[in-house]
């Protein structure tokens, strides 16, 4: 950071003069002040000039605007009121990646918002995660460099570089290989991603010596293996996209070259001159959705609604496909879901079966399904350091509502005799019950929209 000019300093004196903490250092500001207009051959007469100086000198030693992207004013072909953004996004993708109509609709819907995500207060993040490599999840991320508004250069890039990228002004952020970081890059990108979300968002750092602020706020698309780079409150933030290879039969239309992307270029052309003028509806209809779920999905509803009722209802259908995926994997619902399968595989299938607790976390930890993750369980947050949960973690998981699973003392069959003692169980009957709650809770959670097939554009 380049060191403050004379007048910029005489500022940093005077603000030291008239608001100074104590009197003490008011005092000290104003002799400091004083020897620097004596030292300038200067007087108190002109300190307003002074002042107005460092306010030019200020606007002067701000960064450069984000370079301009050429094809913010380029000519497209698609002028015909019958395209919308979203139809020309989903279309597009289409060609070059093949993924669920759910993922393909939020991914369309995320590019198209990044283009005018800074009219809403909350930027949702996408995550593409497979189980293995050559899952096209690369691949989504550079055709989304030729879609997003104004997207870093760099797929792997340092916390740095990042923080210098955003200084420049809104942007999208497009990272790589997530489950490849280090400790500290980790640490940082989950700063990032977990304050960044916000409009207004602002994050300081130590600079030469000096504190910079720097807005923070954009939308992010992060790729990487498995999934569990991001901790339970990251993933609250974000839409998490599964990615699966291509079959023979699914192959997409077009191979991706970065030296043949002149239709996405065009698309790109369309997003920028349709974004300049639009407004959207800053409280697009969120029936259905709660809490975080509802302000990540409001930006990208509000794009669907501007594209037409047919793309409206097919987004809506989308995000719920995410909603009730999101609710299922809950830590509560889980322990309830996974519970039952831990009774079922012991065999024990009457409501009055029980299972001590100790057992029962011996199993918790152990089972083997795709979404236990019991043996690595990061609390109820999702923010503690992963480890196996233990007896009291689980007891408070079959407490919270709508489970109202609670241990309670059981005595061996038979005659109790000196010595004996009682142990903690579980009944199979709590956990059935406890499924009954949830899903009526689904349901009253109101009917889902149909899926509408949208025209083509």
């Not at 779920?293 to 009722?309: K, M």
Request: glycine letters at 6%; one cysteine or more.
């Amino acid at each position: 950071m380049a060191k403050n000019t004379p007048s910029q300093h005489f500022r940093d004196l005077f603000n030291r003069y008239i608001a100074g903490s104590t009197e003490s250092e008011r005092a000290e500001g104003e002799k400091a002040m004083d020897r620097w207009l004596k030292r300038h051959g200067k007087s108190r007469i002109d300190a307003p000039a002074e002042l107005a100086q460092a306010v030019a000198d200020d606007k002067a030693s701000q960064p450069p605007p984000p370079p301009s992207d050429p094809r913010d004013a380029q000519p497209h072909p698609f002028e015909d009121p019958r395209f919308t953004p979203v139809g020309l996004v989903h279309g597009i993708v289409g060609k070059y990646l093949t993924m669920e109509w759910y993922v393909q609709v939020i991914y369309s819907l995320w590019i198209v918002f990044t283009h005018i995500y800074t009219q809403f207060e909350i930027a949702p993040r996408l995550v593409m995660v497979s189980e293995g490599p050559d899952s096209g999840k690369s691949t989504a991320r550079k055709v989304a460099s030729h879609l997003v508004y104004r997207p870093n250069a760099e797929a792997l890039i340092t916390a740095a570089a990042l923080r210098e990228y955003l200084d420049q002004g809104p942007g999208t952020v497009l990272l790589d290989e997530l489950d490849y970081l280090d400790t500290d890059a980790r640490r940082e990108l989950l700063k990032l991603w977990n304050h960044g979300h916000e409009r207004r968002a602002k994050m300081s750092w130590m600079v030469g010596g000096k504190r910079k602020s720097v807005d923070i706020h954009a939308p992010i698309l992060g790729a990487g293996v498995g999934g569990d780079f991001l901790e339970r409150t990251q993933a609250s933030r974000t839409f998490r996209l599964d990615m699966e290879p291509y079959t023979e039969e699914t192959r997409p239309e077009r191979r991706y070259d970065s030296n043949d992307v002149g239709d996405l270029n065009q698309v790109y052309s369309f997003l920028r001159n349709w974004a300049r003028t639009v407004k959207l509806s800053p409280k697009p209809d969120t029936t259905g959705l709660i809490r975080r779920f509802e302000d990540n999905a409001r930006g990208l509803l509000a794009v669907a609604d501007a594209c037409g009722p047919d793309w409206s209802k097919l987004a809506r259908d989308a995000i719920m496909v995410f909603s009730d995926r999101e609710k299922a994997e809950q830590p509560h619902f889980l322990f309830v879901k996974h519970g039952l399968a831990i009774f079922d595989a012991a065999g024990l299938d009457q409501v009055s079966d029980v299972m001590s607790t100790v057992l029962f976390n011996r199993e918790l930890r152990l089972l083997d399904l795709p979404d236990a993750r019991w043996s690595r369980y990061r609390g109820a947050g999702g923010m503690a350091y992963p480890h196996p949960i233990t007896v009291p973690e689980q007891a408070v998981l079959g407490r919270r509502k709508p489970n109202k699973i609670v241990s309670f003392s059981h005595w061996p069959a038979g005659k109790r005799v000196p010595g004996m003692s009682s142990t903690k169980v579980y009944r199979r009957g709590d956990f059935e019950a406890s499924l009954r709650r949830h899903e009526a809770a689904q349901e009253r959670a109101g009917p889902r929209l149909h899926l509408v097939k949208p025209t083509t554009d």
